[in-house]
């Protein structure tokens, strides 16, 4: 009976020698126990929780994620560790492979080192993937392995720096270039904005031109009772009239957003207002002039471009004022730049909004533009503004009529010809730092004192329904 006792006392004293020992004093244990505590402490977050009882705040904690973290970091870290030691010992490594195995397996860990806790990634303009629970309504989520992987794809560490990294990378490589907001050809210098490009081609629904219709009949409702006459101007986007420079997107045989309004607006007599959609205008003088009428790098019209469209709006408002004149380019002296101005200054120029956002490079603005500057020193034009409108004012001796310019940034190439024309222009932007809107409440007293003869909207095709939609909306939440 002795000797059995004996027996076994020695087998456990060989085991605890051999086994036990060797396990407590091994490398794995000791890292894959830090690896578990780096990890029980990076997630916390997740499975610790604060409430409150009497005032007295205390922590909950969920012990099944707990465990689940514990249990997921203690496997994978002794597996990993576990194989880097039998390296050596078992299959007859070098030290510099297993240093190299080594480093290669702390740099796995370093995406996990540092989790983006931010709801909202503003570089890519988007909602981040918030983090699945294991278990919902005490049922197991079966797509939790998915749900995580999204989740940590979206916040992992350096992630920014490696899209970075990666666009650098295709910039300098690929001679189209795209990402989530642009589409450039650096060939050709062409830069379009993927948005741009949706905007224009997007399908105009019923209720979206009904609506459209609706808001400028009351508009110009109000107008007509103040001896206001109104005209709607709807400017043609750089992706309908030079399209066939957008890369791999064909577009040729695709109508565009401002088409189908204008054809709406045209074959229904439901509207009483004079509108303008001057893209047959614009087509014309594309092949008539060698001059770009839209810039290569932004969005927006060249000042001959912008001349264009001034000359088929003089056209339609002569009809109802004879008395008031065109101007000519002759009426204006010149200069060149490679620079982009999508406004009046001779000073405010940049790479263009495509360029600026995405390539930022001014190597390539390899073409040059033709800025018009009017000749007429009598026209005095001042820039004001107040915590409602920010405003342009222009006064012209030789001029007839007084108009007021509501529009969005399309609005400044108009002006920069229209305040020749007219004795008094009011250039009021709707795109600006105090304004995010067009809703006619913040301009309705602003008309009606300055009574003006006529009244311009001028909104490009793409962002036209943003604007009309919101002139009635009561809903809207306005700025102060």
Known sequence: MYTNILEKLKEIH???????????????????????????????????????????????????????????????????????????????KSTSDILLTSIFVAMLFIPASHIDKNQTNYKESRSLTKFSQLFTDSKINNNFGKDFEKWFNDRFYLRDNLIDLYRTIQKSINIIYRDNKVLA????????????????????????LYLITKNLNKFNDFCELNNIKMYFVII???????????????????????EKVNDYLNQNNDDNFSHLFPMADIL?????????????????????????????????????????????????????????????????????????????????????NTYYYPKNTNIITEEY??????????????????????????????????????????????NTAYEKNFHVSRFADYIKKEKPDVLIVIISEGELFDYISTMYNDNLELEP
């Open 14 to 92: 060989l085991f605890i020698k051999h086994k036990i020992i060797p396990l407590i004093l091994s490398a794995r244990l000791w890292l894959t126990l830090l690896f578990i505590s780096i990890c029980v402490v990076l997630c916390s977050k997740y499975y610790i929780s604060f409430d409150s009882l009497y005032g007295i705040t205390f922590y909950k904690i969920d012990y099944c994620i707990l465990l689940t973290i514990i249990f997921l970091s203690g496997i994978l870290s002794y597996t990993v560790f576990s194989y880097i030691c039998d390296l050596k010992t078992v299959y007859k």
């Open 185 to 208: 050809d650096k060939r050709s210098g062409w830069f379009f904005l993927n948005k741009e490009i949706e905007n224009t081609y997007k399908i105009p629904y019923y209720p979206d």
């Open 236 to 258: 043609p986007e750089r992706a309908s009239i030079y399209r066939e420079f957008i890369p791999t997107e064909y577009l040729k045989s695709r109508r565009t957003y401002g």
């Open 284 to 368: 014309n003088a594309k092949k008539q002039y060698n001059e770009l009428l839209y810039y290569k790098t932004d969005c927006h019209q060249t000042d001959l471009g912008g001349y264009i469209t001034y000359l088929a709006l003089m056209e339609l408002i002569k009809k109802d004022f004879p008395e008031i004149q065109t101007t000519t380019l002759n009426d204006y002296y010149i200069k060149k730049n490679k620079m982009i101005n999508t406004g009046e200054s001779e000073l405010v120029f940049h790479l263009g909004n495509v360029n600026e956002i995405s390539l930022k490079d001014a190597k390539f603005l390899n073409y040059e």
């Open 385 to 430: 503004d107040n915590p409602h409108l920010l405003k342009n004012r222009s006064y012209n001796p030789d001029g007839k009529r007084k108009v007021i310019l509501l529009g969005s940034s399309f609005v400044e190439k108009i002006n920069l010809f229209i305040k020749s024309s007219f004795k008094y222009t009011d250039k009021i932007r709707l």
